[in-house]
């Protein structure tokens, strides 16, 4: 039976209650409603005071809302002894949970708040001066055993749905990037082409070497570096156009001038520029790849959203 199934929590939970006298659970669920107002004021009072849990809290709606949950929920929290009022407040824990993770109230701070749930119960037990120490003793454990499994499943609850919001939202983050990028596309690989004219104009002119444009200075080579590659991030096609860019400004533009001096090597200008143009064909066939995985993705829209 998987850990956080149902049946398991709720054997779990029978098997805290059993482990106690009739009697005392019937004292933990009296005292539990008959201080249940007490314990929920002490509760937001601390709540209120703490910089970090106040953030998350108003006056008015503690008053209003808050409040009435906090008591219901101590006044709920041993009374159910059949199962079926066990797997109710189960579920109810899990709700919470999700409430709590929705919202985005780290677990330190619900933890803190069940310590301090915890530590006034017990210093009301211990001022409860017509108990006998075994019951006080029974009551502590039984008060403290519950709330630490209550803690447990809406922990658990907490962080399933936090991981899920999470993804959910890396999902939109990327889909919404990519939106960007498929509008970008028809203009991007526009101005590919047109630095490619213009490197070509400028060698039919015969502008020197150290004036030819380069590409990662294009409007292209300008949109991939500072944005399309953050998009791409980690696919092997972005860092193959990325190191074409490199090979092409760094390698490729600098022989452009060795055949003026160097008659030997009168062809390589021919060989040159073919080089220059299969490194452009490959730089087009990456981008094509990419734009065709943006397209996919967003065929997933309906998925993510
Ligand atoms: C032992 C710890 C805690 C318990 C047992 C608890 C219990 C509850 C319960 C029963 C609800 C109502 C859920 C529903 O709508 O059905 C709730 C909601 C809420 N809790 Fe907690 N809570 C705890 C800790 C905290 C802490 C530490 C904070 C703030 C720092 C907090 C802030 C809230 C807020 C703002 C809501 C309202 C969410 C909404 O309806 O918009 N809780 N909590």
Redesign the pocket.
Known sequence: MPRFSSEHLCSEWLAINARFTADAQRFVIDFACQHAASLSEHFYRE?LADPG?SQ??SND?VQNR?GQ??QR?VAGLFAPTTEEGIFRLIAEQR??GE??AR?G?PVH??L???RC?KDRFVHLLHHASELDENTRFAATRLASDTVDLA?EIMGHAYSVSHDRNSRAEEAYRLFAITQNIANEKDQQRAALFDWENQLMFSQAIGTLPGELPRIQASDFGLWFRHKGIHAFEGSDEARAVMDTMEEIDNVLLPLFGTDEQNTALATSRVDLLKDLRDKVKSIRFHLGNLFEQNNELEAGRDVLT
């Open positions: 709540m849990a998350f809290l709606e808050l949950s906090m929920w709700k919470i409430v709590h919202i109230i701070l619900v803190r708040g069940a749930l803690m």
